[in-house]
């Protein structure tokens, strides 16, 4: 296979949800397919652009995507279609937090209530939905935190309201001993499931598709290994990625184990396009998505089955 150079852009600055990128890092596992595979956390230009931005101008190869912003992509009628890849988690781990001493006991009693706004797409509509569909008015005073700032500001008590991730700021709140009442977002009407997608534009997937199976096959490989061995797992991501945020092994040993249950183990990556039909026509019926947006349901992404499933198939049976 000819030497190909891969850009990755993460969601966030590196986390344990990325951990199996980087335990294939560590292991040479790139190197071993002729990958040259760069990664690169949003805050290396100050969060300039946003993963989605990347990926739409061509900057990166991927991008680790939350589902709504894929859909925004495809639902703009660019020049390019984007593809959904591979899910990093298998289940749902968001979730709308507050702090258990406010005595929110639903999600209507967030009403009036600060919240930390991140700038994701559809993000206002979404929690609207959620509060409304609790029977509240779905009124709520929005902070401007960025997606870098929205935890730092909940823990300097700036916003009372923050969207999080349960194995991951769940556990520096469990550590720093903030009990939080939380709502996952899944279990509120919108069947909200693959967290964070591996996205690629049309064009490079056609130009790269080699490179990018053999990147998806090692990758795979990584989170296996994570899952078998949580604390070299979370050392590798210590080590590989370097970042400035990454300075407490206990705590990412952690919320590693609280990962573990999410990665699917031999059944990494692969995503039921039903889900996705789902979630849209959740976001439709509960008026995230509006009516000119209908037409997402005629951009599905391309089924998994058709991209990774083989090559997984293929491990396994090894």
Same mark, same amino acid.
């Given at each position: 296979?000819?030497?190909?150079?891969?850009?990755?852009?993460?969601?966030?600055?590196?986390?344990?949800?990325?951990?199996?990128?980087?335990?294939?890092?560590?292991?040479?596992?790139?190197?071993?397919?002729?990958?040259?595979?760069?990664?690169?956390?949003?805050?290396?230009?100050?969060?300039?652009?946003?993963?989605?931005?990347?990926?739409?101008?061509?900057?990166?190869?991927?991008?680790?995507?939350?589902?709504?912003?894929?859909?925004?992509?495809?639902?703009?009628?660019?020049?390019?279609?984007?593809?959904?890849?591979?899910?990093?988690?298998?289940?749902?781990?968001?979730?709308?937090?507050?702090?258990?001493? /406010?005595?929110? $006991? %639903?999600?209507?009693? *967030?009403?009036?209530? &600060?919240?930390? +706004?991140?700038?994701?797409?559809?993000?206002?509509r979404f929690l609207r939905c959620l509060i409304k569909q609790d029977r509240g008015k779905g009124k709520y005073e929005a902070i401007e935190t960025g997606t870098a700032g929205a935890w730092r500001a909940f823990l300097r008590r700036q916003v009372d309201v923050v969207r999080y991730h349960t194995i991951w700021e769940g556990v520096d709140a469990a550590c720093r001993h903030i009990p939080l009442t939380s709502f996952m977002i899944n279990e509120q009407h919108v069947p909200y499931r693959y967290t964070h997608v591996l996205c690629v534009r049309d064009d490079v997937w056609q130009q790269k598709q080699e490179a990018i199976r053999a990147f998806l096959?090692?990758?795979?490989?990584?989170?296996?290994?994570?899952?078998?061995?949580?604390?070299?797992?979370?050392?590798?991501? /210590?080590?590989? $990625? %370097?970042?400035?945020? *990454?300075?407490?092994? &206990?705590?990412? +040993?952690?919320?590693?184990?609280?990962?573990?249950?999410?990665?699917?183990?031999?059944?990494?990556?692969?995503?039921?396009?039903?889900?996705?039909?789902?979630?849209?026509?959740?976001?439709?019926?509960?008026?995230?998505?509006?009516?000119?947006?209908?037409?997402?349901?005629?951009?599905?992404?391309?089924?998994?089955?058709?991209?990774?499933?083989?090559?997984?198939?293929?491990?396994?049976?090894?």
């Open positions: 296979m000819e030497s190909y150079c891969l850009k990755i852009a993460l969601d966030s600055t590196p986390a344990v949800f990325h951990t199996g990128m980087y335990v294939a890092l560590g292991k040479g596992w790139f190197n071993d397919e002729e990958l040259a595979v760069r990664f690169i956390s949003p805050d290396e230009d100050n969060y300039y652009m946003t993963p989605a931005q990347k990926l739409w101008h061509g900057k990166v190869d991927l991008a680790i995507l939350r589902p709504e912003e894929l859909t925004c992509l495809n639902i703009s009628e660019p020049a390019h279609r984007f593809i959904a890849l591979a899910t990093l988690l298998q289940d749902n781990t968001q979730a709308i937090g507050i702090r258990k001493e /406010m005595g929110v $006991a %639903r999600l209507a009693h *967030l009403d009036g209530k &600060r919240y930390a +706004y991140m700038g994701l797409p559809y993000e206002h096959r090692v990758v795979a490989e990584g989170y296996y290994f994570a899952t078998e061995h949580p604390d070299s797992a979370a050392n590798l991501l /210590m080590e590989g $990625a %370097r970042h400035p945020s *990454l300075n407490n092994i &206990r705590f990412l +040993y952690q919320s590693q184990l609280r990962a573990l249950p999410h990665y699917g183990g031999k059944d990494w990556g692969k995503m039921d396009i039903q889900h996705w039909r789902a979630l849209w026509e959740g976001m439709l019926e509960h008026k995230v998505l509006l009516g000119p947006d209908k037409k997402v349901l005629d951009h599905l992404p391309f089924a998994i089955e058709e991209v990774i499933q083989p090559v997984l198939q293929k491990e396994t049976a090894i």
